[in-house]
């Protein structure tokens, strides 16, 4: 069984930010805060010739997708 010994590197440094990073992204998503860098990193994945939106664009693109449509919300 392996036994948690504290690193001089300040290896809880690095486990409590990849947490605090984790919940960031969690509540960007339930907000409905668009993410640039997963989307960069989709656009490198799945559509290597394609050029990605300025993170300008891609924001203006998002709001204008979540607002524009009617039906998408409640009011």
Known sequence: MPVAVATPGG?????????VTRVVTVV???????????YRRHVRACHPAATPMTR????????ARRYDQPGSRCC
């Open 56 to 63: 300008d664009q891609f924001t203006q693109e998002r709001l």
């Open 28 to 38: 960007r998503t339930i907000v409905g805060a668009p993410d640039y860098e997963r």
């Open 11 to 19: 290896g809880w440094r690095v486990r409590l930010s990849a947490r």
